[in-house]
């Protein structure tokens, strides 16, 4: 078979709104098997192909913090770096920062202190707590080099994200999973905007993770309509790569 790689569809520049005065313009960048499945043995390793990696820096171009829950960062290592010095130039020549702003979001106040998210120079980063994390949790996290800030429990994404908007001046933020976090944030309808690369595998199973989880399963009224920006098979790989923009309503037609 011929199979020519494609460009990706302008991801390096996404040319993205204006975001709301409260918080970042928010987007969601996830890869998933062609059942739906996040992770394969406990993680997405094997998941995305190297072009998906490529599709995932090129976004990071865009932004100006990326965004993960404290259990992706456990499993998986969590960094905001670009990893591509054209594509750093061009974040300095849009007047961002070579590397964004690294965030993770935790309960627990459980995180892996010794991985480069805690000890790397080459970016900087920010721990969200809530005021449900235990003393002992949060200064262990604030005798790191990373700033530590407690939102509260009940309302922890929104008033991340307000904190992020407003004390860290992050306009754009990229959210690189996991599932949970996904789902606090669609749920308090803090998503503009869907990223899904559809791999060419099968996982099977019956409890693997899918891109948003909640606590329970939504009615209709609560599910958010999408509206398909784009849409570019991967002839090399055998992905596809889909952007939505989410719906600021639930249950309308997108
Ligand atoms: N395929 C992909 O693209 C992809 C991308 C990313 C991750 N993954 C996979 O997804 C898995 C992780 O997903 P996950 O759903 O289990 O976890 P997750 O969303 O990465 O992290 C969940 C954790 O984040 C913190 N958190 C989330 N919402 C919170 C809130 N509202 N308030 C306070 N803390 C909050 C809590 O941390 P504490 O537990 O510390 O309290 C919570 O347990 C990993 O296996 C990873 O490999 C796949």
New binding site residues.
């Given amino acids: 078979m011929n199979r020519t790689p494609v460009t990706l569809p302008g991801y390096v520049n996404l040319d993205l709104p204006d975001p709301p005065a409260d918080r970042p313009y928010v987007l969601v960048?996830?890869?998933?098997s062609a059942d739906g499945k996040?992770?394969i043995e406990?993680?997405?390793?094997g998941?995305?192909s190297p072009s998906d990696q490529a599709l995932m820096r090129a976004l990071r171009t865009n932004v100006d913090a990326v965004l993960?829950?404290?259990?992706?960062?456990?499993?998986?290592g969590s960094s905001p770096e670009l990893d591509d010095e054209a594509l750093e130039a061009l974040r300095i020549a849009r007047g961002l920062g070579r590397t964004p702003l690294g965030v993770?979001?935790?309960?627990?106040?459980?995180?892996p202190l010794d991985t480069p998210f805690f000890t790397s120079d080459a970016f900087e980063a920010l721990v969200?707590?809530?005021d449900?994390?235990a003393e002992g949790a949060l200064g262990r996290l604030r005798d790191t080099p990373r700033p530590v800030e407690v939102?509260p429990?009940a309302d922890?994404?929104a008033a991340m994200l307000r904190s992020l908007r407003e004390q860290h001046g992050v306009r754009w933020l990229l959210c690189?999973?996991?599932?949970?976090?996904?789902?606090?944030l669609f749920d308090a309808g803090l998503v503009d905007e869907c990223f899904i690369?559809v791999a060419p595998r099968v996982v099977g199973g019956d409890v693997t993770?899918t891109?948003v989880?909640g606590p329970r399963l939504a009615s209709f009224a609560e599910t958010w309509p999408l509206r398909l920006v784009s849409a570019v098979p991967n002839p090399d790989t055998d992905e596809v790569y889909l952007r939505y923009r989410v719906a600021s309503e639930r249950g309308v037609e997108p």
């Fill in positions: 960048n996830m890869v998933m996040i992770v406990g993680t997405e390793a998941l995305g993960n829950g404290a259990s992706t960062l456990r499993k998986s993770v979001l935790t309960r627990s106040g459980d995180l969200f707590a809530t449900a994390t939102v429990e922890a994404p690189e999973g996991g599932a949970r976090l996904n789902g606090c690369t993770l891109p989880r």
